[in-house]
């Protein structure tokens, strides 16, 4: 078997360019996501099929989110691809298919029946390319994986117009290509509501760790101190609950407290605002994977304020939580309609009647007065070992879906 991830993946040394022309914040999770995945596949690569990469980057456009007006293309590394692609708005997406296309001619040409296209997420061109190649070589198989639907994609409070009418023919489009589409990999039960999967082969994987996240969480060895470090790290949006984690910390009067923010976003005059008014709040901005990180590891409680409030919480299952949680400390979050019930195991729920800036701030209390939250994480450990990790998600979807 001969497997091609299709993928808008970037290793270390593009990161850095990527960094540098952005203009807007970069969505990290996707990279780390497929980074993961990726890391599955070459584990299994020598004793069940040949793997290789082909990659049209996730990169914001030109001129609103990013510098780069093209992206040029890397020489090969390993077994990653990149194609170059005209970078503006409006023409990106046709630019990233044709290239795509064209690269895939010598994957179409390989002597072999068993030829299978995983593509990460639905974006159109490689849905696009991936046909292409079915149609040249009807051996090919397709087997889509869906972090995110897209009509939930953007959940930013105000968007244009042009923005409103392209994802909706976006949306029409996949749906007209999704029809070629073999098997699927979705985050939560509710998306084949959303995606009409017939009887068509179907497994479900909320996220996706290393490996070797066990050893890596053991090594956290956090000092006591007087100074509590209540830490959010990712996009800061109205539509996450950030400013609602905010305003239950500034109700919060311990001195001692720290809030730790992590990212940039729609709430970035609004931060600006409550820094200059309580000195507890420590707003970092933008910062690499790593940083993000080694925050993460300093904190004494993480908080996923994102709500169980709106239609797209069924359809989506936040990786933020499966970071937070494989650090060791307390896990303040929302009990999603997405995530598996065994959750509540593993994280000090946000309750759902009531004042929500109120539940915000009593969670918090509770999970820094817990005197030991052992139970919760070695739970949670059990649980990401039998069904998270890389390879272990690697081996279900060669088993029912590639």
């Known amino acids: 078997m001969t497997i091609l991830f299709l993928c808008g993946y970037y290793e270390n040394d593009v990161e850095t360019e990527i960094i540098q022309n952005a203009k807007a914040p970069i969505e990290y999770s996707a990279n780390i996501f497929q980074k993961k995945m990726i890391e599955?596949?070459?584990?299994?690569?020598?004793?069940?099929?040949?793997?290789?990469?082909?990659?049209?980057?996730?990169?914001?456009?030109?001129?609103?989110?990013?510098?780069?007006?093209?992206?040029?293309?890397?020489?090969?590394?390993?077994?990653?691809?990149?194609?170059?692609?005209l970078n503006i708005w409006g023409f990106r997406n046709l630019s990233r298919a044709h290239a795509l296309k064209k690269a895939l001619?010598?994957?179409?040409?390989?002597?072999?029946?068993?030829?299978?296209?995983?593509?990460?997420?639905?974006?159109?061109?490689?849905?696009?390319?991936?046909?292409?190649?079915?149609?040249?070589?009807?051996?090919?198989?397709?087997?889509?994986?869906?972090?995110?639907l897209p009509q939930y994609m953007n959940?930013?409070?105000?968007?244009?117009?042009?923005?409103?009418?392209?994802?909706?023919?976006?949306?029409?489009h996949f749906r007209k290509m999704n029809k070629d589409v073999d098997s699927y990999v979705l985050l939560t039960e509710q998306m084949k509501n959303k995606i009409d999967?017939?009887?068509?082969?179907?497994?479900i994987v909320e996220g996706i760790l290393e490996d070797d996240f066990l050893k890596r969480s053991f090594n956290n060895v956090k000092t006591?101190?007087?100074?509590?470090?209540?830490?959010?790290?990712?996009?800061?949006?109205?539509?996450?609950?950030?400013?609602?984690?905010?305003?239950?910390?500034?109700?919060?009067?311990?001195?001692?407290?720290?809030?730790?923010?992590?990212?940039?976003?729609?709430?970035?005059s609004y931060i600006k605002q409550?820094?200059?008014?309580?000195?507890?709040?420590?707003?970092?901005?933008?910062?690499?994977?790593?940083?993000?990180?080694?925050?993460?590891?300093?904190?004494?409680?993480?908080?996923?304020?994102?709500?169980?409030?709106?239609?797209?919480?069924?359809?989506?299952?936040?990786?933020?939580n499966l970071e937070y949680l494989t650090v060791g400390v307390p896990v303040v979050a929302h009990n999603l309609s997405g995530m598996p019930a065994v959750y509540k195991d593993f994280v000090f729920c946000i309750g759902e009647d009531g004042n929500e800036i109120d539940a915000i701030g009593a969670s918090i209390k509770e999970a820094l007065s817990c005197p030991d939250?052992?139970?919760k994480y070695n739970a949670f450990i059990e649980y990401a070992m039998r069904n998270l990790t890389a390879s272990g998600v690697i081996k279900r979807m060669l088993e029912k879906v590639i």
């Open 40 to 85: 599955g596949f070459r584990k299994l690569s020598f004793e069940k099929y040949d793997f290789s990469i082909l990659s049209a980057p996730f990169v914001g456009c030109y001129p609103n989110a990013s510098k780069l007006i093209t992206f040029k293309t890397f020489p090969v590394s390993k077994d990653c691809q990149y194609v170059g692609f």
């Open 105 to 148: 001619n010598k994957f179409i040409d390989l002597c072999d029946k068993e030829k299978r296209i995983v593509i990460y997420s639905i974006h159109t061109p490689f849905l696009e390319a991936a046909l292409y190649a079915k149609k040249k070589d009807p051996y090919i198989k397709i087997c889509l994986i869906v972090p995110d």
């Open 155 to 172: 959940l930013n409070a105000h968007v244009s117009i042009l923005y409103k009418i392209g994802k909706k023919v976006d949306i029409w």
């Open 197 to 203: 999967t017939l009887d068509k082969r179907t497994i």
């Open 224 to 268: 006591q101190s007087i100074t509590k470090y209540i830490v959010y790290t990712g996009k800061m949006s109205q539509k996450y609950g950030v400013k609602n984690l905010i305003d239950a910390f500034k109700k919060i009067p311990d001195t001692n407290y720290r809030l730790v923010l992590c990212g940039r976003g729609e709430l970035d």
């Open 274 to 320: 409550c820094t200059n008014n309580d000195s507890r709040i420590i707003a970092v901005g933008q910062v690499s994977p790593e940083e993000s990180r080694e925050w993460q590891h300093k904190a004494d409680v993480l908080v996923n304020p994102r709500q169980n409030n709106e239609e797209y919480a069924k359809y989506s299952f936040p990786s933020k």
């Open 373 to 375: 939250c052992s139970l």
